[in-house]
């Protein structure tokens, strides 16, 4: 019979949860999307303005207009912005909890970048309200990370 001391024990890896898993796609997904957007956008920016106001004539889209004063270094920023919360989110499904810091961190930035570029009083309140609930659902899943 083999005798098992407490130090040789095979350690066991903790479990990532679903939700966690559910939610680091999700994000993947937008923050990916948007920080591609972002960053071209950014980079043809000419050409987006152009293709915006033709586009604006013929369908009546609200809020295009403060979509088209803003300058390129606001949708670099956003980019750079939508990288951190990538790199959070990779973070979190790696089970570290400092991701869940760095993509709140971020997500917050998100929220007052447009305030500040835009010289807006007040958040987009529909923003806040996601961010707010995948913040709040990140959180419910920092105990399994360390």
Request: a neutral charge; proline letters at 6%; glycine letters at 6%.
């Amino acid at each position: 019979m083999e005798e098992l001391t407490p130090g040789l024990l095979p350690e066991t890896k903790p479990q990532r949860p679903t939700l966690l898993t559910v939610l680091c796609i999700l994000t993947f997904i937008g923050s990916g999307m948007n920080l591609f957007s972002s960053l071209v956008i950014s980079g043809f920016y000419d050409v987006f303005t152009e293709v915006a106001q033709e586009f604006s004539k013929k369908f009546n889209i609200p809020g295009i207009d403060l979509l088209l004063e803003m300058k390129p270094l606001y949708f670099l920023i956003s980019g750079l912005f939508y990288a951190g919360s990538l790199i959070g989110a990779i973070m979190m499904i790696l089970l570290k909890k400092s991701g869940f810091h760095v993509y709140t961190i971020f997500q917050i930035l998100l929220i007052l970048a447009p305030m500040y570029f835009m010289h807006l009083s007040s958040p987009n309140v529909p923003e806040v309200l996601f961010a707010g609930m995948f913040i709040f659902l990140y959180s419910m899943n920092l105990k399994y990370m360390s």
